[in-house]
T-cell receptor
Framework: GAGVSQSPRYKVAKRGQDVALRCDPI?????LFWYQQALGQGPEFLTY????????KSGLPSDRFFAERPEGSVSTLKIQRTQQEDSAVYLC?????????????FGPGTRLTVT | AQSVTQLGSHVSVSEGALVLLRCNYS??????LFWYVQYPNQGLQLLLK??????LVKGINGFEAEFKKSETSFHLTKPSAHMSDAAEYFC???????????FGAGTRLFVKA
């Protein structure tokens, strides 16, 4: 079956531009996560949705970052007024249940480069 | 607060040799522990997980890990390395009953012919 997909795979933005990154989770998965992975580092938690509810957004670096999942399936991570420090790979993951014991299935990521 | 430390950002082994990737965790509550593998330009894939059942966990591709509470460790091993094992490996921890997962910085495994 289809896995988690993300688009675009690569995005180059000029400093100050707004960007929107899309995640299509596995159908029927309740949980959806966004992570930021800087070069040479592990993924860092950004935010978590259970269905359409955003239960935790404590990892979002600033108020320029915003995520939504309005119908409990597709999610969008939006970054306003991009800065160079936003350059990273943004990973989306989904899981079947609401507990962290469930396996997370990761998408291939969107590599964002801010110039 | 939870945290994960992976000892060694790079590990190099010869094909056929033992693979040992080290992971130590910190958690104030019983943890769930995971190992993920990441191949270039791909997302992370779960290798194995510990969720408070057997302390020796077997995963895919011949990998296994042992949960040692007294040492707060969850090291990943494979008896015989294969060229296809070359990748980045991440250890991760989360709370029982929670949902947030904390990842280590990763260990890149090189396999020499």
């Amino acid at each position: 079956g289809a896995g988690v997909s993300q688009s675009p795979r690569y995005k180059v933005a000029k400093r100050g531009q707004d960007v929107a990154l899309r995640c299509d989770p596995i159908s029927g998965h309740v949980s959806l996560f966004w992570y930021q992975q800087a070069l040479g580092q592990g993924p860092e938690f950004l935010t978590y949705f259970q269905n359409e509810a955003q239960l935790d957004k404590s990892g979002l670096p600033s108020d320029r970052f915003f995520a939504e999942r309005p119908e409990g399936s597709v999610s969008t991570l939006k970054i306003q007024r991009t800065q160079q420090e936003d350059s990273a790979v943004y990973l989306c993951a989904s899981s079947l249940g609401g507990s962290s014991s469930y396996e997370q299935y990761f998408g291939p990521g969107t590599r964002l480069t801010v110039t | 607060a939870q945290s994960v430390t992976q000892l060694g950002s790079h590990v190099s082994v010869s094909e056929g040799a033992l693979v040992l990737l080290r992971c130590n965790y910190s958690s104030s509550v019983p943890p769930y522990l995971f190992w993920y593998v990441q191949y270039p330009n791909q997302g992370l894939q779960l290798l194995l997980k510990y969720t408070s059942a057997a302390t020796l966990v077997k995963g895919i591709n011949g990998f296994e890990a042992e949960f040692k509470k007294s040492e707060t460790s969850f090291h990943l091993t494979k008896p015989s390395a294969h060229m296809s094992d070359a990748a980045e490996y991440f250890c991760a921890v989360s709370n029982t009953g929670g949902f947030k997962t904390i990842f280590g910085a990763g260990t890149r495994l090189f396999v020499k012919a």
